[in-house]
């Protein structure tokens, strides 16, 4: 045999060919580049942040979600406060106007009898100066009757009489008739009281009718 020849293994019948049975030999996979090699940290480790820094970003989180909620809280809160308070003024304020409406019912109802208490007045003013020995003293006494039960009517609804006899003359309260000299008051002092005035729940009804020391 020459060196150019060949030599040929020899041939297997059982294989079934001309070439003796090979090895099967599988490629191994190749390797993963996340997966960790020999001392070495996977990809995915070195990519997630450790788990004290994921600890500390739910809490924030969870922080900054309460912070949202407590001021929400904190908003309605003041809302609800604001209504009540509305509420409040609201309430007081009707009661008020309806206070001030009774008043004026009453006022005007006040203002219609006051005529005829000031000519019941005069007419015990006239029939008193004729004496107790007087005929009609038995009429006297029922026109006083008359005249306190009227008075104590208008007591009852809020409604006081006054007298200033005496007191210095108040362009709020008084109207001047007339003003004439007196030596023995002092100048703008009430000498004397045509018709006493009326006040409502403390505000003039009806200013007392004066004469003014001049």
């Keep these: 045999m020459t060196s150019h020849e060949h030599t040929r293994p020899p041939v297997d019948p059982a294989a079934g060919g001309d070439y003796p049975e090979r090895e099967d030999y599988s490629a191994a996979a190749p390797p993963d580049p996340r997966g960790p090699g020999p001392g070495e940290t996977s990809f995915a480790d070195a ?6 820094e994921r600890s500390a970003a739910v809490v ?10 407590a001021g929400e809280r904190d908003k309605y809160l003041a809302l609800a406060q604001r209504t009540q308070a509305d509420f409040e003024n609201f309430r007081k304020r009707a009661a008020r106007e309806k206070a001030d409406a009774a008043d ?3 006022g005007r109802l006040a203002k219609e009898l006051l005529p005829a208490l000031d000519h019941l007045e005069l007419a015990l003013r006239a029939v008193e100066g004729t004496g107790p ?3 009609a003293e038995d009429v006297v006494k029922g026109f006083k ?8 009517a208008l007591e009852r609804v809020g409604i006081q009489g006054f007298s200033p006899q005496g007191e210095p003359f108040d362009p709020n309260e008084h109207e001047a008739m007339a003003s004439q000299p007196a030596e023995d008051a002092e100048s703008g002092t009430v000498i004397e009281v045509y018709q006493r005035g009326y006040r409502i729940n403390g505000q003039v009804l009806r200013p007392a009718r004066v004469v003014v020391a001049a």
Excluded: I
Excluded at 47 to 52: C, I, K, L, N, Y
Excluded at 61 to 69: F, G, S, T
Excluded at 145 to 152: A, I, P, R, T
């Design 133 to 135: 020995t007087h005929p």
């Design 47 to 52: 990519e997630a942040p450790p788990a004290s």
């Design 145 to 152: 009757l008359v005249h306190e039960e009227l008075l104590g």
């Design 104 to 106: 004026r019912g009453m």
């Design 60 to 69: 924030e989180q969870d922080l900054e979600q309460l912070v949202a909620k």
